[in-house]
């Protein structure tokens, strides 16, 4: 990662971590993902900005394996997703040969514009829900 990458990388998910996220989450129509944490143990919920279509819940991760959420998928895909108020269980997957850019495409305008401004490694996440 380059310098100003990794600059970007660090401004970024400061502001998400201390202001952006503590704030959104609170929001009962923000869509949230719930990971369980991979040292904790604990539940993790992180504001995302994806779509559901069918069974599936789809999300693009702006710093693929190096954002929170998908270590702590990579350590246990079961997950929960907040959708319009309502709960869902699923399992996470990491599609590494997804294009991600074209996926965004598909996804809520506004997020998928931020997620282009501020992305440095896309990945796209498929949650397969159960319920």
Request: charged share 25%; aromatic share 8%; no cysteine.
């Amino acid at each position: 990662m380059s310098r100003y990458h990794e600059f970007k990388f660090r401004a970024v998910t400061t502001f998400q971590k201390r202001v952006g996220n503590p704030v959104t989450k609170l929001l009962p129509f923000q869509t949230l993902l719930e990971t369980t944490g991979r040292k904790s143990g604990l539940p993790r919920r992180t504001p995302v900005g994806g779509r559901r279509i069918g069974q599936e819940f789809w999300i693009v991760s702006e710093y693929g394996e190096k954002s929170q959420y998908v270590r702590n998928i990579q350590a246990d895909p079961s997950v929960r997703v907040r959708v319009k108020g309502r709960w869902h269980h699923g399992t996470a997957h990491l599609l590494h040969e997804d294009d991600a850019r074209a996926r965004l495409k598909s996804l809520p305008r506004m997020n998928s514009a931020a997620v282009r401004a501020v992305g440095t490694n896309l990945l796209t996440v498929r949650v397969d829900l159960t319920d």
